[in-house]
């Protein structure tokens, strides 16, 4: 234990841990990781203060020309009813979220390219029309023309999950496309100077300690502002139906070690965290966390954004559920971000 210990220490003051040294972390026993876990929250504290920070997401697109083996809207699965917001629904719901104090929005879909780069960068241009928010895309593999056209309106950030640091693994999961593509992608991102996010997920089939060591590694060498690790959730109409669903202890320590390794990046509270276990989405925010999003758009649609099960309980409106956001941050003892929360800018950095 003295080893892991000194070992964490050394990452606390810049060292940089090598493949082995992150795995030793993220194997570690229930009985073990109280170190760990409190190295790892007050990390988050130093770099990232004592605010949650707080993003909206409209899912506005539930169509997908992709066969992602985990997904629920993946193109083979004929029964979900596919719906897309117009260009003015999705303005609108922005308008809303703003007016329920949001300064964050996150605009997801599947990869549908139905919306053209000039819908898309009317939808910034209005966006950032109403108020001074920032903007995260999060619509998966564009071209190179259509992120710089993005980030030329006003998009802010962008979003794309590696999800799995394995080569091989992920062009297994993922027939349409490749890994080397995945990460040119987040690489041109940021580039284009973008705020740029990106995750894996916990506990998908073929996955190891190492594989997430790896995922963590991945992260810091690309230099990512943002980090989305969650569980994998089976989804019953798709080929990994069958498989477990991620351990929440295995996420809690990715998360932990994301923070020591990442320094001051952006990790929420992901939504599947929340969906397998409502107890750990407290307890993520004890352990590096400092984000978390919640769902804007209208219920009709959020039914059909079916990339993993989950329950989607009372339908309140968006002011209700924000009140309910901040209350759920109080209660874990922590703040409520009150500016765009982007990277860098937390701590009163300029
Ligand atoms: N089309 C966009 C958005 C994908 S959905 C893109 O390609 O980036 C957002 C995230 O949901 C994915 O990146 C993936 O990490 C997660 N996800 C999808 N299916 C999941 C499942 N069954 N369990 C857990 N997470 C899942």
Same mark, same amino acid.
């Given at each position: ?72 809207? &993946? !193109?083979?699965?004929?029964?979900? %009813?596919? *719906? /897309?917001?117009? =260009?003015?629904?999705?303005? #609108? &719901? !922005?308008?809303?979220?703003?007016? %329920?104090? *949001? /300064?964050?929005? =996150?605009?997801?879909?599947? #990869? ?239």
């Amino acid at each position: 234990m003295n080893k892991i210990k000194e070992l964490i220490d050394k990452i606390c003051v810049g060292y940089d841990a090598d493949l082995e040294e992150l795995e030793s972390l993220i194997a570690l026993e229930r009985s073990e990781v109280t170190y760990l876990f409190e190295a790892s929250d007050k990390a988050r504290m130093q770099y990232c203060g004592n605010e949650v920070q707080v993003r909206a997401i409209i899912e506005f697109s539930n169509y997908c020309r992709c066969l992602c083996a985990y997904c629920g809207l &993946n !193109a083979e699965n004929k029964t979900v %009813a596919r *719906y /897309r917001m117009s =260009v003015e629904e999705i303005v #609108e &719901n !922005a308008k809303e979220a703003i007016e %329920a104090g *949001y /300064r964050t929005l =996150v605009l997801q879909s599947g #990869e549908d390219q139905w919306y053209t780069r000039e819908m898309i960068c009317t939808i910034v241009k209005e966006i950032k029309k109403i108020d001074d928010v920032a903007i995260t895309l999060s619509m998966g593999e564009r071209s190179y023309e259509d992120y710089k056209a993005f980030k030329e309106v006003g998009a802010d950030r962008y979003l794309i999950k590696h999800e799995t640091a394995d080569e091989e693994l992920y062009n297994s999961l993922h027939p349409h496309s490749s890994f080397k593509n995945r990460v040119q992608c987040l690489k041109l991102l940021k580039e284009l100077g973008f705020q740029t996010g990106s995750g894996f997920m916990i506990g998908i089939p073929g996955q190891t300690y190492r594989t997430i060591a790896k995922d963590i590694m991945l992260l810091k060498e690309i230099g990512v502002h943002m980090a989305g690790i969650g569980p994998f959730i089976p989804h019953p109409l798709t080929p990994l139906k069958d498989a477990s669903t991620g351990s929440t202890f295995n996420t809690l320590k990715a998360v932990a070690v994301a923070r020591l390794v990442l320094k001051d990046a952006m990790l929420p509270a992901t939504t599947s965290l929340g969906v397998v276990d409502s107890k750990s989405k407290n307890l993520v925010f004890s352990t590096g966390a400092n984000v978390i999003m919640q769902k804007v758009e209208p219920y009709k649609y959020r039914r059909l954004y079916d990339i993993y099960p989950k329950p989607l309980g009372h339908e309140l409106t968006i002011k209700e559920e924000r009140k309910k956001l901040d209350d759920f941050i109080l209660s874990c003892g922590r703040e409520i971000g009150a500016s765009r929360g982007d990277h860098g800018k937390l701590l009163g950095q300029f």
